[in-house]
């Protein structure tokens, strides 16, 4: 589990890292599925750290998925730029 928060320094080298990075997964106008959970599980075992697309004009709508896609994945938000998310999750097998 990664209920450790992240250092303002470890956080700036993540957001450094997250720089390049295209987003994998895309969060459309069905919301939270139990797809997107999964796919958002899958590249963040794969990956660590990963870039979400989330679709839609609502900022607040965006903040809940945003919340939830975290509580989900036990994953910590990075950044959230606009419709952009980064997220994080420590990957225990290395």
Do not use: Y
């Given at each position: 589990m990664t209920n450790e928060k992240l250092s303002t320094k470890q956080i700036l080298e993540l957001k450094a890292r997250?720089?390049?990075?295209?987003?994998?997964?895309?969060?459309g106008q069905?919301?939270?599925?139990?797809?997107?959970?999964?796919?958002?599980?899958?590249?963040?075992?794969?990956?660590?750290?990963?870039?979400?697309?989330?679709?839609?004009?609502?900022?607040a709508e965006r903040i809940e998925i945003c919340n939830?896609?975290?509580?989900?994945v036990d994953a910590q938000l990075v950044q959230h730029?606009?419709?952009?998310?980064?997220l994080w999750r420590k990957n225990w097998e290395d």
């Amino acid at each position: 589990m990664t209920n450790e928060k992240l250092s303002t320094k470890q956080i700036l080298e993540l957001k450094a890292r997250a720089h390049h990075l295209n987003p994998v997964v895309m969060v459309g106008q069905h919301g939270l599925t139990d797809s997107v959970i999964k796919e958002t599980d899958a590249a963040l075992t794969a990956h660590e750290l990963i870039k979400v697309r989330v679709f839609g004009d609502d900022r607040a709508e965006r903040i809940e998925i945003c919340n939830a896609l975290c509580e989900a994945v036990d994953a910590q938000l990075v950044q959230h730029i606009g419709k952009l998310l980064v997220l994080w999750r420590k990957n225990w097998e290395d």
